[in-house]
């Protein structure tokens, strides 16, 4: 009896064997055809998008555009009277605060500078400044690259004329070239809406 279950068992072996199936190892799971034909991960199915929208949503892309100092020429918002102040040597005008007082000293000096300030200012503040500047653009921009490169550049248009613009912690500078000159109009007080009107009315003369 021994002797045919032996028989049976080697035979069922051979029979594998002949039929490409490899006996199972102790402590391996038996890999059946049916596993070894599946997928290792089921396909990831497709979101489900409304019929009106679009996937995948892009993100809107916000840029902010960097708001220089109002430029002349853009039209000025007065509450107050106003005078006129004409250089016809240097070749400009504003209009200006008529309380102001309009120091010019300066045109005694190589720059020619001319300082606005209101009555009562703070010593060492400069309200609303008009000056040359002996640099040229290109010299200006090699400056602040070197000293002041926390300054925030801006290159505007101011009073028609293509210019640049540094805007510091209290204080706002901007290099205008007209007629083979450099002109400088600054300011310590660029929140003062009084000089934000001058920055506006600011024109060059023939």
């Known amino acids: 009896m021994l002797s045919r279950v032996m028989s049976a068992i080697i035979l069922a072996s051979l029979l594998l064997a002949a039929c490409g199936v490899p006996a199972s190892q102790p402590g391996t799971p038996a890999v059946t055809a049916e596993a070894q034909g599946t997928v290792p991960y089921p396909p990831v199915a497709a979101p489900v998008v409304e019929s009106n929208d679009v996937y995948p949503a892009p993100l809107p892309v916000v840029t902010e555009q960097t708001n220089p100092y109002p430029s002349s020429g853009e039209g000025a918002v007065n509450t107050i009277s106003t005078a006129t102040y004409t250089n016809t040597e240097l070749k400009y005008q504003?209009?200006?605060?008529?309380?102001?007082?309009?120091?010019?000293?300066?045109?005694?000096?190589?720059?020619?500078?001319?300082?606005?300030?209101?009555?009562?200012?703070?010593?060492?503040?400069?309200?609303?400044?008009?000056?040359?500047?002996?640099?040229?653009?290109?010299?200006?921009?090699?400056?602040?690259?070197?000293?002041?490169?926390?300054?925030?550049?801006?290159?505007?248009?101011?009073?028609?004329?293509?210019?640049?613009?540094?805007?510091?912690?209290?204080?706002?500078?901007?290099?205008?070239?007209?007629?083979?000159?450099?002109?400088?109009?600054?300011?310590?007080?660029?929140?003062?809406?009084?000089?934000?009107?001058?920055?506006?009315?600011?024109?060059?003369?023939p």
């Open 94 to 205: 504003l209009n200006y605060p008529a309380d102001w007082q309009v120091n010019e000293d300066g045109l005694n000096q190589p720059n020619q500078e001319v300082i606005f300030s209101p009555p009562g200012a703070a010593a060492f503040t400069i309200y609303f400044s008009v000056l040359l500047d002996e640099r040229d653009i290109e010299t200006v921009r090699k400056v602040y690259q070197e000293t002041l490169p926390e300054a925030v550049l801006n290159e505007i248009t101011f009073a028609g004329q293509p210019a640049i613009q540094y805007t510091m912690e209290n204080r706002v500078e901007v290099y205008v070239p007209y007629q083979d000159q450099v002109y400088l109009i600054y300011t310590d007080q660029p929140a003062d809406q009084q000089v934000t009107n001058m920055f506006l009315s600011f024109r060059f003369l």
